[in-house]
């Protein structure tokens, strides 16, 4: 399905019946990485997946990059499905925009989960690197951030090519207007540690116990500093865990959404 937000074509999934359960992705992937996830969930929620503005099937986003940007279409987005308020999970970056979205449109949403992101800002080293890519995506092919990101989306150590290829899967297609765009969204936005206390939401904060990149204890961080937050970790699990454990990821999100009112 495609709708129109913000003048941006998107595209879109939907499944189950119920409470409204948005699924954002993370970088650099699209709305099927939550398919593993999904028909656990759609036993309880109406699911929804978007592809972000230049990812998967929706069109790049003509604005400014920013996360504002992406929350604004997220807002428009739920708008365009009539719920009043949603329950929305975000992966990694789309956590990012998941903040925003809390806290330019906060009466759009009933809760937050965050899956593996963070709330603190880049470093200035990281900024730097994340603007390197994008220049470089203006003539190279997106293959290499792939290559790049790949190995440190599985749980550490790990060597299962499988998994890896489900990973992979849920990449494509690589955008390289898309991912430059988002790289710049990324490096510019701004530090939420300090914003957490003032989103009044019930809030999940989902791990995986063995993620490379945001590491539990990052985690159960940001989980105490929001007024109702929770932490949950998937065990075995690194950055993707919709992708490496699905039934203890949705099983993880159900405990809690019963336990808050959710479903």
């Not at 969930?41 to 604005?63: C, I, K």
């Not at 719920?83 to 809760?111: D, F």
């Not at 936005?189 to 116990?209: K, M, N, T, W, Y």
Request: charged letters at 20%.
């Amino acid at each position: 399905m495609n709708t129109i937000c913000c003048g941006i074509d998107i595209a879109w999934t939907e499944s189950g019946k119920g409470p409204l359960l948005l699924l954002v992705h993370g970088l650099p992937f699209q709305k099927s990485m939550w398919s593993a996830v999904t028909p656990f969930l759609a036993r309880h929620f109406r699911v929804v997946a978007l592809d972000l503005p230049g990812f998967g099937g929706s069109e790049l986003s003509p604005l400014e990059p920013s996360m504002d940007a992406y929350a604004d279409v997220l807002d428009a987005f739920l708008a365009e499905l009539k719920a009043p308020i949603a329950l929305v999970a975000g992966h990694s970056m789309g956590g990012y925009a998941l903040l925003n979205l809390a806290s330019r449109h906060p009466k759009r949403l009933s809760g937050l989960i965050l899956v593996c992101s963070r709330a603190i800002a880049d470093t200035n080293e990281q900024a730097a690197n994340r603007l390197a890519m994008a220049t470089r995506l203006r003539t190279e092919s997106p293959e290499f951030v792939a290559d790049a990101m790949l190995p440190r989306m599985p749980r550490k150590g790990s060597v299962d090519l499988s998994l890896l290829g489900r990973i992979h899967q849920a990449m494509l297609p690589l955008r390289a207007d898309g991912i430059a765009w988002c790289q710049k969204a990324i490096a510019g936005r701004p530090d939420f540690s300090v914003r957490l206390a003032s989103i009044a939401h019930p809030a999940l904060v989902l791990a995986g116990s063995h993620d490379s990149i945001v590491p539990v204890e990052e985690s159960g961080i940001v989980a105490a500093n929001f007024p109702d937050g929770r932490l949950a970790v998937i065990e075995d699990a690194g950055h993707c865990p919709m992708i490496e454990k699905p039934a203890e990821t949705a099983d993880a999100i159900l405990r809690w959404a019963h336990g808050a009112g959710f479903a």
